[in-house]
Nanobody, 123 residues
Framework: QVQLVESGGGLVQTGGSLRLSCAAS????????MGWFRQAPGKERELVAA????????VYADSVKGRFTISRDNAKNTVYLQMNSLRPEDTAVYYC????????????????WGQGTQVTVSS
């Protein structure tokens, strides 16, 4: 059974940092584009950042550029999202997702999803 399990969310003050992790099991995702999405209450889910299978290419939402960094460790089948200088508007449930295609960039379709981890930034 394929699983993506996020961790690292929590409550932090404005300007603080969090590091999210997404551990995959059931199969390797070392040849798949991975992404982090978020969904705030009353808003649509949006792509925050994505990373190619090799780690050589990344993309970020304009709202997080310069503050968030996506990375991956294929040996550990894990993807990370380092979030610095957090703002109240970053408050959301953060989801990890994997593209079903192999060695595709950008992602064609995210078919695998985690359950999400809550990030709350207090002002």
């Amino acid at each position: 059974q394929v699983q993506l399990v996020e961790s690292g969310g929590g409550l932090v003050q404005t300007g603080g940092s969090l590091r999210l992790s997404c551990a995959a099991s059931g199969r390797t995702f070392s040849t798949n584009t991975m992404g982090w999405f978020r969904q705030a209450p009353g808003k649509e889910r949006e792509l925050v950042a994505a990373i190619s299978w090799s780690g050589g290419s990344t993309v970020y939402a304009d709202s997080v550029k310069g503050r968030f960094t996506i990375s991956r460790d294929n040996a550990k089948n894990t993807v990370y999202l380092q979030m610095n200088s957090l703002r109240p508007e970053d408050t959301a449930v953060y989801y990890c997702a994997a593209d079903s295609g192999k060695r595709t960039w950008p992602a064609r379709r995210y078919d695998y999803w985690g359950q999400g981890t809550q990030v709350t930034v207090s002002s």
